[in-house]
């Protein structure tokens, strides 16, 4: 239908900008304290101790933004054409992926003392990252992308990463509270054995 | 006249822009309560509560943003030329979409208090969908489209789905408030049925 | 110098991204006020009057940078090669165009009471007119540019209409306060008047 | 390996964009004061008298986010292939870049107090920096870019001029606190002469 004709580099624009946008306003998370400006230098430095959390909030959100962002590359590395469900579905991922500074703020501010903050975080990751292994099969069922067997199970199998650590993430953060976060940092590990099982030449 | 010439490349990259940065803006409109620490986790939930209105109304203007968006690009699908006219045209249009993050705040601050805030989103809305709408017309009506005559029909039909919701909003909103604005969520079923009217045998 | 080659495509992805993010950011210089939820309608509206000024500052700066990046585009139309230099200059306008939200700000919120408000809203668009009218001439003077005679001294022309309306706007600033921001809006006038000028049988 | 390939046009699409959010973040840093309307104008604008170190900051900060953004398209003329490890050497860049907005924020507020929030400072600009330097030995070592020796030389000590400037400014800033970051300013003067260094007869 040729109105509905859409060139994927015009979806992959907005896709760049909203991932660069959400990235870039995670700054706004760090908040600069309020600090007389009278004290000692170690005291001004005891007073920045706040940052602490925040910054490895900051962190750990841009590398998992940064994550989602490769996914999304892969996967449009091979669909050629798209068409409004396509369409609409990455809508519903960049909603996710927008929201990403607000549910990094929650965690900041209450994922030390609230499960449920973290919860948010986490839900948050793992309905994008479902969502972008709903937009690969998606593409592959509906014949949107030009892609050998093993490529293609090679990206389903990366898409379910994040989704699967926010799993873990959620239950163990009934007992760590914010510190369940840090199986994020497991996800490189986790992509470099999938490399490894479907391109064992390569790397 | 040589100088005035400008690729549609270009308008489309800050048309782009200005939508990611929007839609990326909306998360501002949510705000993080102010918490003690030392709550029960219900006690917690409960005060998050507060934030239902608001990821409502995010939801609603991401979904609204992403709809002119669709309409902006099915249009510039077709749209080969530009004149100064049409730049024109399409800067006021990026001065009403980007006041969208302003208009929602406005809704999900005061949308069940009072109906003004909700016909000033409202009017927004309508505003942008206008103009979208005289986008068209005068794109076709100046020679800078290259279409056949039912996409053309399609995308003005399209076009106006937007204007018409806004205003069936605005008459609501005086007896319902902020209920009003759910009949956004109505546009993607008017949009199937144009794509059936004009398109049959397609989808 | 090869090692200093840089394609114009960079720069006017920054230049485009730069401006699309300050006219979004102007968004926030629209300040939802702080009111209660039990008044009456009428005084809810009479409430939100204090956005008025707001409003036409941010329609008026919008307007203004949709101006300039027209300027910025006129002239990449023609500058088909980079230096440093020319690089530079750049920045300096950019850093120019990104305070716009800052002293829009400035004039909404201080323009009525002070003119020194109006003098820094006024003097940050002069300066970045001026940046422009010189990264014109700098290319024309370097051979960076390639156009004919005519188009490059419409397009000088051009450039020098915000700066003149600038220091204009600047002189009556003592008198009328925020209202001297108006003569901006004659702008579109005095370019069709060169565009008649330069081109009499276009249009 | 194909599913990893992804074209640098992408990685940089993505780059530009947060290089132009951060940039234009960075007017975030200047704060409107409250100032009541009823002063002389003298009165008013001895008030704005505290915006001379955020601006002086703001001014400083987009200068050097501009150097880094050369230096990147320096580099990226001539890196023709990516792989996964130079994708995430830069997005380690990239949440360097981000947060200047935040470490120029710290500067401008606490850097006349404390040589603590200087050396935040600073140490941003050095890491980012060193990354950048990192980025390119490890697109030169594994064979990504297509460049001769001479250039080569000259982008690699290029690179480094932002972290060695930075070194001092850290020396700098335990005796002079914020003054220290003038050091800065001195960047272009040092790559002229990398410049005339490297190809003598350009220029």
Redesign the interface.
């Known amino acids: ?6 060139k994927t580099s ?1 979806i ?3 896709v ?12 706004l998370t ?1 908040d ?1 304290p309020n ?1 007389p ?3 000692s ?1 170690t005291a ?2 005891r007073q ?1 101790g706040v940052l602490w959390p925040q910054l490895l909030c ?2 750990l959100s ?2 998992i933004l ?1 994550g989602l ?2 996914v999304n ?2 996967q449009f ?1 091979f669909i050629k054409r798209t068409n ?1 469900t396509l ?2 579905i990455n ?1 519903f991922c ?2 996710l992926i ?2 990403i ?2 549910s990094t ?2 965690v900041s ?2 994922g ?6 973290n919860i ?1 975080f986490q839900a948050n990751q793992l309905l994008a990252g479902i969502l972008y292994y709903v937009n690969w099969e998606y593409a592959l069922w509906n014949g949107l992308a030009e892609v ?1 067997g093993r ?1 293609s199970r ?2 389903k199998d990366s898409s379910l990463v994040l989704p699967i650590c926010s799993i873990i993430a959620m239950g163990l953060s009934f007992y760590m509270y914010a510190w369940s976060n840090l199986i994020y940092l497991t996800i ?1 590990a986790f992509k470099k054995v999938l ?1 490894r099982k ?2 064992p030449k ?2």
């Open positions: 239908m040729s109105s509905m004709r859409m015009r992959e624009t907005l760049d900008g909203i991932f660069a946008i959400s990235m870039t306003l995670l700054v760090l600069i600090i400006s009278s004290l230098e001004f430095q920045l900051y962190f841009f590398w940064g962002w490769r590359h892969q590395n409004p369409i609409t809508i960049l909603i927008a929201m500074p607000f703020e929650m501010t209450y030390i003392s609230y499960f449920t903050a948010i050998d490529t090679f990206i490189p490399e479907y391109f390569a790397t």
